[in-house]
């Protein structure tokens, strides 16, 4: 019953308020429609009709002349709306009320005289426009006002009783029915997970940290790459705690409107302490959370997304975190963070959510692979490997891709071979079987790929060669050469970097020595070997001309310790410039002459090797491998 009085209530006034507007309108509807028809007379035609003793009565006022006249004597208007109501209420359709707007200057005496010999009945009337004014200055256009903001009320704010919700929070709550992902689902990322886990104990035994004092930290950020898990780990934190999740984006703080994000802070927090032991996430926090020192070096920038963060900031300072209120936050540009968000007492734990190693990306794909029915020749082992750099979400793609290809070719399980094909499709982009090559372009490609092949072979430190094809993919590629790393590098020497600058050199030294001349395949390996060998010299540090000093590009000017808009200068000399683009010239010269030496000495297996990569377009596994051999022609016969 307590619950029925407010209810009760807001019904009344809304009843209330309805039965004035409708009575309002039906008084102005009654006064439209049933009030008498007049006609509107000249001062020139009134003073005709006067004189030809036509007009009956008159009532004079300050600015017109109302009055009756004789059966007959005024001129029939045209129909109006009301006239069908007035012949159902059986009104006299004859027009005989007028209405004659007096002249200024008009001698009064003069009037009254012409009404006196005429015998006219007249009399005089106080004018007032009270009730006109109260109706049409305030009455309606108040009724219109509020029509207009209960409308607004009910589409915004969700219905007739609830306010506006500009500046309610837009988050999501999931409570622990609906959180089922826990660390199980979570792979890839042990010290991530291993790092949360005090969190999940806290939320579960708050009394075990406070026994000793201890301040659980109120502020936990994951900081990481695109794709990586940081929203599947704080979901899982939720879900191994069973606590609700308040999850929104850093987008959705941010309006038009300033002041209308602060306010949503402000709800979000109050929302968030009624339903303690929570956990609040905020996925991208560098919507609301850049530095509010602009990229210019001085301070200014989006009001609305300062007084956010503000707000933000103000709230963090001023709840208890032992009440059980654990706010976490996502981003992957933690540089441009504002640094107060950072300090001790709001995000004061970072945990790194890095993209896998190779026993991490097995995992994952050993996760996402139990919804898929496989092969017994997948290996999920070799699949880690062909995907160095890979996050999660890019392995969760290939496990799915690889689902639909199988489905498309109506296999009863998904085989290694579209295992192959989904990865080539993330990293190279789909076939275009629709780009039909030249016979000539065709053959440029085929010694291209397998000079890359051969001196992948040749050297000491590459990795080996998985898979090569000259089926064209992407915007660009004309062809492929794939390796395949049998570890994860963390570090490279100098001789591994030359390697690697070697292989990328191997396509174009290859169409120089069949063709004696070079085509425009080679841009992209050009750039990748001169981008490796410009940060050997410039970071590295693998010139004995250059040194030991590092050499950004570029350094941004600064003005009293600011940075500014206005330009950037080089930090070293030109004689350094120079130096540096000497050095660089030297390594790529010396690395293509030892590519050349490798292919002219291998000259018969390159021929013979892109040959059969013509015949069949792709070669790889231990078909690859006896071509590059040499056994190319015993293969192919």
Not at 74 to 85: H, I, K, Q
Not at 205 to 229: C, D, E, F, S, W
Not at 242 to 266: H, I, K, N, Q
Not at 570 to 591: C, G, H, K
Request: contains cysteine; aromatic residues 6%.
């Amino acid at each position: 019953m307590a619950r029925m009085k407010p209810q009760l209530s807001q019904r009344l006034q809304f009843s209330l308020a309805y039965v004035l507007v409708a009575a309002v309108v039906l008084s102005f509807l009654q006064s439209w429609l049933l009030a008498p028809r007049s006609v509107e007379l000249p001062m020139s035609k009134f003073l005709e009709l006067l004189r030809a003793d036509r007009i009956e009565r008159v009532s004079l006022t300050e600015r017109e002349i109302q009055g009756i006249a004789k059966p007959g004597a005024l001129p029939t208007p045209p129909s109006a709306a009301g006239d069908r109501l007035r012949q159902m209420l059986g009104s006299d359709d004859d027009v005989r009320v007028f209405t004659v707007t007096r002249i200024p200057g008009v001698d009064e005496q003069r009037v009254v005289a012409e009404l006196e010999a005429h015998g006219v009945e007249f009399a005089g009337r106080i004018e007032t426009t009270f009730w006109k004014d109260l109706l049409f200055g305030w009455i309606i256009p108040l009724a219109v006002m509020i029509a207009i903001w209960m409308f607004l009320m009910r589409r915004v704010g969700g219905g007739a009783t609830q306010a506006l919700s500009f500046g309610r929070s837009k988050h999501k709550i999931l409570d622990r029915k609906e959180l089922k992902t826990t660390f199980a689902d979570v792979a890839g990322v042990d010290e991530a997970k291993a790092e949360l886990v005090e969190i999940v104990d806290f939320l579960k035994n708050p009394k075990k940290y406070q026994r000793l004092g201890g301040r659980i930290p109120k502020g936990v950020l994951l900081v990481g790459p695109p794709g990586t898990g940081k929203t599947l780990l704080a979901r899982a934190v939720a879900g191994e705690a069973d606590v609700p999740f308040f999850t929104l984006s850093g987008s959705e703080f941010v309006e038009m409107f300033v002041g209308v994000g602060a306010s949503r802070v402000r709800d979000l927090f109050e929302q968030a302490k009624d339903k303690a032991p929570c956990i609040i996430f905020i996925d991208e926090l560098d919507a609301i959370g850049k530095s509010r020192m602009g990229a210019t070096g001085f301070v200014g920038g989006h009001d609305e997304r300062e007084q956010t963060l503000n707000q933000l900031l103000a709230e963090m300072d001023g709840f208890d975190s032992s009440k059980g209120v654990i706010i976490m936050a996502a981003t992957n540009r933690p540089e441009v963070l504002d640094q107060a968000l950072l300090r001790p007492g709001r995000f004061d734990r970072q945990v790194v959510v890095d993209k896998p190693d190779v026993r991490g990306r097995e995992a994952i794909l050993r996760l996402h692979a139990r919804v898929v029915v496989l092969a017994p020749d997948v290996e999920l082992g070799v699949i880690a490997a062909r995907t160095p750099g890979f996050a999660g979400a890019d392995l969760a793609n290939i496990v799915n891709e690889a689902a639909l290809l199988a489905a498309r070719k109506e296999k009863n399980a998904v085989e290694m071979a579209d295992f192959e094909e989904a990865i080539d499709r993330v990293v190279a982009g789909l076939e275009k079987k629709s780009r039909v090559l030249s016979e000539k372009e065709r053959d440029i490609v085929a010694h291209h790929e397998m000079g890359h092949a051969l001196v992948a072979t040749s050297v000491s430190h590459a990795d080996p060669v998985h898979k090569v094809t000259i089926i064209p993919r992407g915007v660009a590629a004309l062809g492929m050469t794939y390796q395949l790393p049998t570890e994860d590098r963390f570090l490279l020497t100098r001789s591994e970097l030359e390697d690697r600058i070697a292989v990328l050199l191997g396509g174009r030294v290859a169409e120089e020595i069949v063709y004696s001349e070079v085509s425009t395949g080679a841009h992209n390996d050009l750039e990748r070997a001169t981008e490796l060998a410009r940060l050997m010299i410039m970071k590295y540090g693998m010139s004995d001309r250059v040194g030991l000093a590092t050499f950004g590009d570029q350094a941004p000017l600064f003005l009293r310790g600011q940075r500014t808009p206005w330009g950037s200068e080089r930090e070293y000399s030109e004689e350094t410039a120079r130096v540096i683009d000497e050095e660089v010239r030297a390594i790529l010269d010396r690395i293509h002459d030892r590519a050349r030496g490798i292919l002219t000495q291998k000259k018969g297996v390159l021929v013979a090797a892109a040959a059969e990569l013509k015949r069949t377009e792709t070669l790889e596994g231990e078909r690859l491998r006896r071509v590059l051999a040499g056994d190319g022609a015993e293969n192919g016969a």
